[in-house]
């Protein structure tokens, strides 16, 4: 693979054991994400960085009639991804493929082109070309799709002090909050006729976007 499977990879070597466990403190609106993806019945529902599985195991308990997909480029996550699904018992209902986000093909991975779902989570902040996965996430949006994103926000209302010390602390793990990501959304949502929304809740800890297809 890639020199960003490489990297993450060796990032998540030993981190992907103690990932969840450690993570559930400061990735703050992936539960709320879930809660509101409201999938119609049978909903296709793809996860672009789904690193361990967490979520997509919430969201096949939370839907029960939806099938499942993630990609992730990091072999090493995928192992913890499909060994935690097999343990929920969801085998059946998540397919797990490595890809890169920025350049995939669901058809080929997946053997299917829309969905009616699809999830970013924390995912942006830690890949440099994070524009051109909003791009591609957005090309396989099925009709009345939507595309659900959180991630690291701007911390406008936070206290300087702990905006500064989280945006340092983030970068020793190669994640760099996009502060970029709300106009890039709004001209993502011009460019292909899509409804945007999205709030920064947390006083700006976090940021949450919904892009839908009218």
């Keep these: 693979m890639s020199d960003a499977a490489s990297l993450m990879d060796r990032m998540y070597r030993w981190q992907r054991h103690i990932y969840d466990a450690s993570r559930k403190f400061y990735l703050l609106g992936r539960d709320g994400l879930i809660?509101?993806?409201a999938p119609p019945p049978g909903a296709?529902?793809?996860?672009v960085g789904c690193g361990t599985g967490r979520n997509l195991i919430a969201i096949a308990r939370a839907y029960p009639t939806a099938r499942c997909y993630g990609l992730d480029v990091s072999a090493e996550m995928l192992a913890t991804a499909e060994n935690a699904v097999a343990r929920a018992g969801f085998s059946e209902r998540i397919v797990l493929r490595q890809a890169d986000a920025t350049a995939f093909d669901p058809l080929v991975l997946f053997g299917r082109d829309g969905?009616?779902?699809?999830?970013?989570?924390?995912?942006l902040s830690m890949i440099p070309p994070w524009r051109a996965v909003l791009d591609q996430a957005t090309r396989h949006l099925a009709a009345r799709g939507s595309l659900h994103i959180v991630d690291f926000g701007d911390g406008s209302?936070?206290?300087t002090w702990f905006r500064a010390a989280l945006t340092g602390w983030l970068g020793?793990?190669?994640?760099e909050p996009r502060v970029q990501l709300p106009a890039r959304l709004a001209e993502v949502a011009t460019a292909r006729n899509l409804v945007l929304s999205h709030a920064t809740p947390f006083r700006g800890y976090a940021v949450y976007a919904v892009l839908r297809r009218p």
């Excluded at 969905?115 to 995912?123: C, G, P, Q, T």
């Excluded at 020793?172 to 994640?175: E, G, I, L």
């Design 115 to 123: 969905f009616d779902r699809i999830v970013i989570s924390y995912a």
């Design 172 to 175: 020793w793990f190669h994640v």
């Design 44 to 47: 296709h529902i793809l996860e």
């Design 35 to 37: 809660a509101d993806l």
């Design 157 to 159: 209302d936070l206290p």
